[in-house]
Structures are given as structure tokens and as C-alpha cells.
């Protein structure tokens, strides 16, 4: 394991002083290895999502296409 070092000021290390049941070390060491894996999701995310531009492109053109002449349409039926 890396061992990495933090810095604090002198009154949050009082503070933190007062609660020694409090294992400061396993806690930072557990919000990297969250935040961490949250960063990669998200990254993972993103690339599926960019991968998937040329599908949204189709579906919306797709989406156009049905609608186009649709006001047309009901205005001619007399919903509009």
C-alpha cells in the first residue's frame, strides 16, 4: 500500500484530537476509494453515452420525420 500525507491546520487537528475513538486515517482512506470509483463510473458513463450520439441522432431525425405534417393533419380533422 502508498502511503500519501495531508495537511491540516492546527485547529482542525485540535478538533480532531477530541475524538480519538475516530480512525482519521481508515475514513480519508475509504472517501478516496469512494469518490475514486464514483470518478470512473461516471467516466464510464460518459463514453457509453458518446458512443450512443449516432443512435440519439437517428431517433430524433426518426421522431422529425413521423411528426412532419402531423399539424397538418389534425388541423385538417378539426382537433386543432
Not at 47 to 76: H, M, P, S, Y
Amino acid at each position: 500500500m502508498v502511503s500519501i500525507t495531508l495537511s491540516v491546520s492546527e485547529e482542525i487537528k485540535a478538533k480532531m484530537d477530541k475524538f480519538n475513538e475516530m480512525n482519521w486515517s481508515g475514513f480519508v482512506r475509504k472517501a478516496i476509494e469512494e469518490k475514486t470509483r464514483e470518478l470512473f463510473w461516471r467516466e464510464e458513463m460518459l463514453k457509453k453515452l458518446d458512443g450512443e450520439k449516432e443512435f440519439i441522432k437517428w431517433a430524433v431525425k426518426l421522431q422529425k420525420k413521423g411528426r412532419k405534417g402531423r399539424f397538418a393533419e389534425l388541423k385538417r380533422e378539426g382537433l386543432i
